[in-house]
């Protein structure tokens, strides 16, 4: 065996390929008997050496000591040397905790997923996103610029807002079906936008009236400050007389129409509008009008509710008549209290 591992030497030394023999090492100018570790594919000289090692499950080490100076150890490309980290990929880590992060070039900074943190402060050419964020103070970054939060300015000692803040406190409520509804204010000072998408208003022949609730205010004294209309209303019907007996009325109050003779008694919140259909072959017109003078309702048995209310008199009708209605009414009120 010696003479074997002498001839393989000189081979080796003179340039000539060598066959792997496993059991066998060639280190430092001279061959290592190997030994077989069980069955693991792994070698160990009698120069205590481990070479070759295979680990299909989990292999506990307290240290790994480079084995040549200088040179470090390497683990999947990753260079770990005289206490420092590098290698030509990106490091992956899928759990770090960190007391301190320093940056490795003096004034550089460190980036952390495109963010900037440098010399205290922060900067990225995106935008900032956290699920919880707990701060004392924040300074504005620019002096005379403010603090924007979510739309909303914060500058010196002064809120502002391109849009009215909206509120669900002490609102009212829009009756289902009728459309969406914008309840903007703070609680006491509401301004109530309501988009009417589908109220039909149906009035038989010689039927007089007819109302639809849009919209009931919480229970209490309610100061209606203003009250506006942009709304348009869409004759589905043709039956009405020639001019000048071809009008119908339409109306918003805290009530429904009960006139019975096609006027309408309730007009507390938008005054009558008179119609005319041009002996019925104008079949769209828009219907805008507002509350001249701020009233007070007394919700505090019963809440209030508003009705947009039709009334069409007997001698300008023909036939049953469907009006269709859509736009916008806006009620700007408060809650004086209840009792």
């Given at each position: 065996?010696?003479?074997f591992?002498r001839?393989?030497?000189?081979?080796?030394?003179?340039g000539?390929?060598?066959p792997a023999?496993?059991e066998?090492?060639y280190?430092?100018?001279?061959?290592i008997?190997m030994?077989?570790?069980g069955d693991?594919?792994?070698?160990?000289?009698?120069d205590?050496?481990?070479?070759n090692?295979k680990?299909?499950?989990?292999?506990?080490?307290?240290?790994?000591a480079?084995r040549?100076?200088?040179s470090g150890?390497?683990?999947?490309?990753?260079v770990i040397?005289?206490?420092g980290?590098?290698g030509?990929g990106?490091?992956?880590?899928t759990?770090?905790e960190?007391?301190v992060?320093s940056?490795?070039t003096?004034?550089?900074?460190?980036t952390?997923?495109?963010v900037?943190n440098?010399?205290g402060g922060v900067?990225?050419?995106g935008?900032?996103?956290?699920?919880?964020?707990?701060?004392?103070?924040?300074?504005e970054?620019?002096?005379?610029?403010g603090?924007?939060?979510d739309?909303?300015l914060?500058?010196?000692g002064?809120?502002?807002?391109?849009?009215?803040?909206?509120?669900?406190?002490?609102v009212?409520a829009?009756?289902?079906?009728?459309?969406?509804v914008i309840?903007?204010?703070?609680?006491l000072?509401?301004?109530?936008?309501?988009t009417?998408?589908?109220?039909?208003l149906a009035?038989?022949?010689?039927?007089?009236e007819?109302?639809?609730?849009?919209?009931d205010?919480p229970?209490g004294r309610?100061?209606?400050?203003?009250?506006?209309?942009?709304l348009v209303?869409t004759?589905t019907?043709?039956n009405?007389?020639?001019s000048?007996?071809?009008?119908?009325?339409?109306a918003?109050?805290?009530?429904?129409?009960s006139?019975?003779d096609?006027?309408?008694?309730?007009v507390?919140?938008?005054p009558?509008?008179s119609?005319?259909?041009d002996?019925?072959?104008?079949?769209t017109n828009?219907?805008?009008?507002a509350?001249?003078?701020s009233a007070q309702f007394d919700g505090?048995?019963?809440?209030?509710d508003a009705?947009i209310?039709?009334?069409?008199?007997?001698?300008?009708d023909?036939?049953?008549?469907?009006?269709?209605?859509?736009?916008?009414?806006?009620?700007?009120?408060?809650n004086?209290?209840?009792?």
């Amino acid at each position: 065996m010696k003479k074997f591992l002498r001839f393989i030497t000189v081979l080796a030394v003179i340039g000539i390929a060598v066959p792997a023999f496993a059991e066998t090492d060639y280190v430092a100018g001279k061959w290592i008997e190997m030994i077989k570790e069980g069955d693991t594919g792994s070698y160990k000289g009698k120069d205590g050496l481990l070479r070759n090692p295979k680990v299909s499950g989990t292999m506990s080490i307290d240290t790994i000591a480079e084995r040549t100076s200088g040179s470090g150890v390497t683990v999947d490309g990753v260079v770990i040397k005289d206490g420092g980290v590098s290698g030509s990929g990106t490091t992956s880590t899928t759990n770090a905790e960190h007391d301190v992060i320093s940056e490795k070039t003096a004034g550089v900074g460190v980036t952390v997923d495109g963010v900037l943190n440098k010399d205290g402060g922060v900067s990225g050419s995106g935008t900032a996103s956290f699920t919880n964020a707990a701060h004392d103070v924040i300074a504005e970054k620019t002096a005379g610029t403010g603090v924007t939060v979510d739309g909303v300015l914060l500058k010196d000692g002064g809120v502002h807002s391109t849009s009215a803040p909206t509120t669900a406190n002490g609102v009212g409520a829009v009756v289902a079906g009728v459309g969406s509804v914008i309840e903007q204010g703070d609680g006491l000072s509401h301004r109530t936008i309501i988009t009417v998408t589908n109220v039909t208003l149906a009035v038989a022949d010689g039927g007089f009236e007819d109302s639809a609730k849009i919209y009931d205010f919480p229970e209490g004294r309610i100061l209606v400050e203003g009250v506006t209309c942009d709304l348009v209303s869409t004759l589905t019907t043709t039956n009405f007389n020639a001019s000048t007996a071809d009008l119908f009325n339409m109306a918003v109050g805290t009530a429904a129409n009960s006139a019975g003779d096609g006027t309408i008694n309730s007009v507390d919140l938008i005054p009558n509008v008179s119609i005319d259909t041009d002996s019925g072959t104008t079949l769209t017109n828009a219907v805008q009008s507002a509350l001249a003078v701020s009233a007070q309702f007394d919700g505090t048995t019963t809440a209030k509710d508003a009705y947009i209310n039709m009334g069409v008199p007997a001698a300008n009708d023909n036939g049953a008549n469907t009006n269709v209605v859509t736009g916008t009414i806006t009620f700007t009120w408060k809650n004086l209290g209840d009792y």
